[in-house]
Nanobody, 125 residues
Framework: QVQLVESGGGLVQAGGSLRLSCAAS????????MAWFRQAPGKEREFVSA????????IYGSSVKGRFTISRDNAKITVYLQMNSLKPEDTATYYC??????????????????WGQGTQVTVSS
């Protein structure tokens, strides 16, 4: 059974940092692009960042570029999202996603086949 399990969310003050983790299991994800999306209440799911299968190519949404860093450890089948200089508008549920068919990163929701349950990030002002 394929599972993506996010962790590391929580409450932080504006300007602070958090590191999210996504542990994958149930299949070999070493050839899969993986990504982070987020969704705030009443809003559509938004692309945050994605990483290629070997971790050499990364892309970011414009609202997080320069503040967030995505990385992966294929030995641990884990993807990370380091979030610095957090702002109240970063408040959302953050979801990890994995692609069946792509090795290169994508910002499009439909390119990802597996999703985690999400972890809540709340940034207070």
């Amino acid at each position: 059974q394929v599972q993506l399990v996010e962790s590391g969310g929580g409450l932080v003050q504006a300007g602070g940092s958090l590191r999210l983790s996504c542990a994958a299991s149930g299949r070999d994800f070493s050839t899969s692009a993986m990504a982070w999306f987020r969704q705030a209440p009443g809003k559509e799911r938004e692309f945050v960042s994605a990483i290629s299968s070997l971790g050499k190519i990364t892309i970011y949404g414009s609202s997080v570029k320069g503040r967030f860093t995505i990385s992966r450890d294929n030995a641990k089948i884990t993807v990370y999202l380091q979030m610095n200089s957090l702002k109240p508008e970063d408040t959302a549920t953050y979801y990890c996603a994995a692609s069946l068919a792509r090795w290169s990163p994508s910002q499009w929701l439909n390119d990802y086949n597996y999703w985690g349950q999400g972890t809540q990030v709340t940034v207070s002002s």
